[in-house]
């Protein structure tokens, strides 16, 4: 997958998948990371969960804090102190 890109699951199922789809912002400033999960957010189907990867500091508490104000669930791991990965329950 190139860098930036969005995953989508298959359009063959109406059903969200079990795995998450996964967004990677790696190596995108502030505000990108952000974005690129409300955009996903916004395509995605109903109770389907969602990784973003991050290598930006800032992307800790924005994503939080969206998470927080739009009631998401919100699981979040700092591997290192530049990759940040979020799982988002929508």
Known sequence: MLPGSIHL???MSDTPSILPIEIDAMGKPCPMPLLM???ALKTA???QSLLLKSSD???E???LRYCQ???LRCHSEKF???EF???IES
Do not use: E, F
């Open 69 to 71: 104000l739009h009631q």
């Open 85 to 87: 990965h979020y799982l």
């Open 80 to 82: 290192s102190p530049t």
């Open 45 to 47: 189907p109903a109770g």
């Open 9 to 11: 699951k298959s359009a």
């Open 57 to 59: 500091p800032h992307s």
């Open 37 to 39: 999960l409300k955009r």
């Open 61 to 63: 508490i924005d994503v």
